[in-house]
Structure formats: structure tokens, C-alpha cells
């Protein structure tokens, strides 16, 4: 038993003192996961936190203006915000879903938001 455990401990501290980490330049913000169980249907959210950077209070209705807007890419003029910061909010089910009783097949979806003081719209 010292052993497995004396040997587990060596391989952990071995390992641990040569892993080198990286990552990628994202800008300063950071990836973020998040996931739960509903039910029989796994969710799961990957998302980038963007840096408020002295702007508490002025993201909704200032940076993501109300609306469809033109945000400078693609080939429309009209557009949702694009969830996330540096890279659009994904969000994936295990299932087939319904929301707001609408079907949406099990699977991987980019996610946007139609941002309005009151009442937002959801886009997958």
C-alpha cells in the first residue's frame, strides 16, 4: 500500500514539475465553462468574460446597443449582439430541447442576443 501510494505521489510531483501551460492571446479575456444536468439533457456553455475595464453600468445600452446593428462584419447591416467577448457564446444540448416551445435539435449553437431594456431576445 506505501508503495501505490509513495509512487502515486512521485508520478503527481513529476508531472506536476514538468507541465508547462499555455494559452493562446485572447485579448485579455478570459474562457470560461459552465454546465449542468437538466433533467436528462447536459448543457453546456463556453464563453470568453470580457474585461469591464471602467465600464460597470455602461454595457447594456452603450457598448450592446438595443437592437439589430451594424457591427462592422459579415455581409449584412443588421445584426444581433454576438454573446462573449473576442469570440461568440456557445451553447450545446445532449437532447433535443424545446424552448419558449420551440423544437431545437441536440447539438452545438452559436449564441446572439437582440439586447431591448425590456424584453431581450435569445438566438441560437
Not at 416551445?101 to 438566438?123: H, M, R, S, V, W
Amino acid at each position: 500500500m506505501r508503495k501505490l501510494s509513495f509512487l502515486a505521489a512521485f508520478i503527481f510531483i513529476y508531472a506536476a514539475s514538468h507541465a508547462q501551460l499555455t494559452t493562446p492571446p485572447n485579448g485579455g479575456n478570459k474562457k470560461a465553462v459552465v454546465g449542468e444536468r437538466i433533467g436528462i439533457t447536459d448543457v453546456t456553455i463556453h464563453y470568453d468574460r470580457p474585461g469591464v475595464k471602467g465600464r460597470e453600468g455602461k454595457i447594456w445600452g452603450e457598448l450592446v446597443q438595443p437592437g439589430y446593428n451594424d457591427l462592422g462584419f459579415g455581409n449584412t447591416k443588421q445584426a444581433p449582439w454576438r454573446a462573449g467577448a473576442n469570440e461568440n457564446t456557445t451553447i450545446e444540448f445532449s437532447t433535443d430541447v424545446k424552448i419558449e416551445g420551440q423544437n431545437l435539435a441536440a447539438g452545438k449553437y452559436a449564441f446572439f442576443i437582440a439586447y431591448d431594456p425590456n424584453e431581450c431576445t435569445l438566438i441560437f
